[in-house]
């Protein structure tokens, strides 16, 4: 299992690990998240609003909705005092539909999971999803007790800010020395990590493909978690 390397070192021999959760972790088959979105798009602008146009994959929640307004000509002064109001109504949309929601865990990925732990490996989230609704999408896929670590996005617009909060609590917990690895499904996460300075796996996953991924030069590239099984 230890096969694939990065840096010169086995997929598994990191002391901490970042994950991103959709596309990664899970896969969500329900619209409830997309549907927060567009109540929350028609609370700000007045208007019924869709996610049409807007890069949703690697983004943030905020960020989604700041690229959504744009494209529907709303001013940011108009939107950004209500930020933390829209962030509530958003999480308690989910809330209430938490019985919709279908998210389950992609392939081999508690497998994964279960071997770092045995690792003694630190495992972490850093994700777009605003802290309520992403707990309840991993408590959902039954994945939530894995980790320790959370990067949400309630207090950032920009992924690279959501990495750089994961790697601040790690480091404050670990020794200097510890060595972090991300994992996401984006292009996004893979500029994430390098901007923090992080070794990263992609995996195609979500809705990029191994190809795309690829371009964006990450550490380890794969089709799926099944590979590093495959490799055993």
Not at 31 to 55: I, M, Q, R, W
Not at 199 to 221: F, K, M
Request: charged content about 25%; proline content about 3%.
């Amino acid at each position: 299992m230890t096969a694939h390397t990065i840096l010169d070192r086995p997929w598994d021999g990191f002391d901490a690990y970042l994950f991103d959760i959709d596309g990664t972790l899970l896969h969500c088959s329900d619209a409830v998240h997309y549907f927060a979105f567009c109540d929350a798009l028609k609370a700000l602008s007045g208007n019924p609003l869709t996610l049409e146009g807007v890069t949703a994959h690697g983004n943030t929640d905020v960020g989604i909705l700041r690229d959504a307004l744009a494209l529907a000509g709303v001013a940011d002064a108009e939107w950004r005092p209500r930020v933390i109001e829209i962030r509530t109504r958003m999480c308690r949309f989910v809330e209430t539909r938490k019985d919709e929601l279908c998210a389950a865990a992609l392939p081999c990925v508690r497998e994964v999971l279960a071997h770092l732990e045995g690792q003694d490996a630190t495992l972490g989230i850093v994700t777009g999803n605003l802290k309520d609704i992403g707990r309840m999408k991993l408590q959902h896929a039954g994945l939530l007790d894995y980790f320790n670590v959370f990067g949400w996005s309630d207090d950032f617009e920009y992924r690279v800010d959501v990495f750089r909060s994961a790697v601040e609590q790690i480091r404050a917990a670990m020794p200097l020395s510890a060595r972090i690895c991300a994992v996401g499904d984006t292009p996004a996460d893979v500029l994430a990590a390098r901007a923090n300075g992080l070794p990263v796996i992609a995996v195609a996953t979500g809705v990029y493909s191994r190809e795309q991924l690829l371009t964006e030069e990450p550490d380890l590239c794969l089709e799926s978690f099944e590979e590093l099984f495959r490799a055993a």
